[in-house]
């Protein structure tokens, strides 16, 4: 794999013509064979004496022994295990059960096996400890990998850790996210997709509430996320291709590096993503657990976003916005947030004054059409729904599965989710949310 344009983005501080100054804490990403190999040199050059490694079952057997081996001749680097029983949960349990051990061994550094949920918890204890991490992939599935931000379960409610630290470094090796089921990797697919829409609904806040935006970062992002276009139709569906793999690991990592340059996650997050955490947050609640993988869920709120805007783009239909079409579904959800106890009255509370503000300024958007972020979604449109086609990514709540209680709750609720403007707001404000239920 190529890393040198990675590389190249990875400066401690540089100005853009954005007018703001880029900050990213990450040193290096190390993909393609044998990228394990500079574990322990890196390692050292961060001047480390302990490290806990931070695994689980699955992922211990993915990349213990390999990571073992490779540090075999590290005398001068005290390493300890800790492995996770069963499949954790990045919640504020586990946090306290990492955080106690890295007290214990007295670890001054610290290393994250595994994905999303690993990568997660260890970000935040890390912070917690204030000691610097790494992280080493075993599946191509989140995007989360070189963010600086993480969302642990507390009380039933997705909190976000935002502008915590990032790994210091990455190593991605081939051989190792292989290992990984197919569903993982369709996984990372569905989220790194999820940028076509996240990226409109950041130029959607930045054009409508002034929000920050970086011209040079969502470029990078659009001319990434093409190469994956590209690549996952020539790969005609088959998720081990190498090239498609490379692409894929490529527009996760940047997508990372992106979310640390702005310092959250508006680049790489938007109503795909609040789908899906609606959908964890009462799947949690419910029954300690979320429907499925974090990207599939993406992938089906993608399907949903990337219609909204089609319709919002389509001139040829009449639509109007109205914050009254969007104040009773807010006071409605209060009380089924609180079914759930999980509050979220405060960020509705929010909302409720977004839309008063700015509800009048949605129909402005229906004219930006040839905006490079809204052209990138509207000329891409097609061809994504054959890519999630081909790859057999979740079109319809039943193939997450989801029930179709479920599937509405996701859908409607993903206003509630953050105090920002994505996709489902303006179907929700032009009163025709419940058209974009897929059941």
Known sequence: MNTTPIASILRPEAACACGHKHTTITEAVYTGSGALTNLAPFLK?????????????????????????????????????????????????????????????????????????????????????????????????????????????????????????????????????????????????????GKITSLADWKLNHLIRGETYCNDTATMLRCEVAALLDNAQRADGDAGDDRFTEQLVRVLMLTGIA????????????????????????????????????????????????????????????????????????????????????????????????????????ASIRTRNDDEDFSFLLHNNKRLGEIIGMYDLPKRASQIPLSERDASFAVTHAIDVRPRFNAVDLIAAAGIIDDYIFL
């Open 45 to 193: 050059h961060l001047g480390t004496e302990s490290v806990l490694f931070v695994y689980d079952t699955n992922t211990y057997a993915a990349a213990g022994k390999s990571i073992e081996r490779v540090l075999s001749s590290t005398s001068a680097i005290a390493c300890k295990n800790l492995v996770l029983d069963g499949t954790p949960h990045a919640d504020e349990t586990t946090v306290k059960i990492i955080t106690a051990e890295m007290i214990k061994t007295r670890a001054t550094c610290a290393a994250a096996v595994g994905s999303g949920t690993i990568s997660d918890l260890v970000k935040v204890a890390a912070f917690t400890c204030r000691i610097p991490y790494v992280g080493i992939a075993t599946a191509a599935s989140m995007d989360g990998y070189l963010s600086a931000n993480a969302t642990i379960i507390t009380d039933g409610n997705k909190v976000p850790f935002s502008n915590i630290n990032p790994p210091r470094a990455v190593f991605a090796d081939p051989g190792i996210l292989r290992t990984a089921p197919s569903r993982m990797t369709l996984a990372g697919l569905g989220d790194a997709l």
């Open 259 to 362: 979310m640390q340059r702005m310092g959250n996650s508006t680049p790489a997050s938007g109503g795909e993503h609040c789908i899906s955490h609606a959908m964890e947050m009462k799947g949690y609640a419910e029954r300690h657990e979320a429907p499925s993988l974090h990207g599939l869920q993406v992938a089906y709120g993608l399907g949903v976003t990337a219609a909204a805007y089609a319709a919002i783009f389509d001139a040829s239909r009449a639509m109007s916005f109205a914050a009254d079409n969007t104040a009773g579904l807010l006071e409605s959800h209060r009380t089924d947030w609180r079914s759930l106890k999980i509050s979220m009255d405060d960020i509705i509370s929010k909302k409720k004054d977004l839309y008063s503000t700015y509800c009048s300024a949605f």
